[in-house]
């Protein structure tokens, strides 16, 4: 910045300052050399990153323990942020003209065994039946909900009420082995919360 500018930059503040009646709470300007042409106005930037951040997106839908009961699967809670992943979900049942209450929840291990648990609670069941209606490519299957659809070895997604629940599994060891009746169980205890 040309010397020119500053000198009436200052200035202005300066009066800016003084016309302020802010009486005893009055707190000078500090002072300091202006910087010189070469200099940024810009904070330096920190040498080190922020922290990771941990929220739960989560919001008590199914625990650890359950998921590993229902699945056989050593698996631990994931880390992230979940409540920024939530949002995604929230915007997309927007974006049909639809308002959601979404949880997500994911769990695995070293092992490479996945299981994330996504839930959407809308006002009522008329809005569940419009997105379950746009739903397609999975085979019906029973035994959980009032409606399930499924690949029978990572998908499961199950209706009941006003609540959709999607249910998502690799088995690091059998990726491809049938796992209906664990993606049953998980997405059985998630819809009790959901």
């Known amino acids: 910045m ?33 910087p010189s042409a070469g200099e940024s106005l810009l904070p330096v930037p920190s040498p080190s990153l922020p922290p990771p951040v941990n929220t739960d997106g989560c919001q008590g839908l199914i625990t650890a323990g359950q998921v590993q ?7 631990r809670p994931g880390t992230g942020d979940g409540a920024a992943a939530v949002a995604q979900y929230g915007q997309a049942v927007r974006s049909l003209g639809l308002s959601a209450r979404a949880r997500m929840c994911p769990f695995g291990n070293p092992a490479g ?69 664990q993606l049953r169980s998980v997405a059985d205890a998630a819809l009790s919360k959901a």
């Open 113 to 181: 065994d996945q299981v994330t648990v996504v839930a959407l609670t809308f006002p009522d069941a008329g809005q569940a039946q419009r997105l379950w209606t746009t739903i397609a490519s999975l085979e019906a299957v029973g035994g959980v909900g009032e409606a399930a659809l499924s690949d029978r070895s990572k998908t499961l997604l199950a209706r009941r009420g006003k609540a959709i629940v999607a249910v998502y599994l690799v088995a690091g060891a059998a990726p491809d082995a049938d796992h209906l009746p």
């Open 69 to 75: 009961k229902s699945t056989g699967l050593a698996v």
């Open 2 to 34: 040309k010397r020119s500018l500053i000198v009436p930059l200052l200035l202005v503040a300066g009066l800016a300052a003084a016309c302020t009646d802010d009486g005893e709470r009055h707190s000078p300007l500090p002072a300091g050399a202006p």
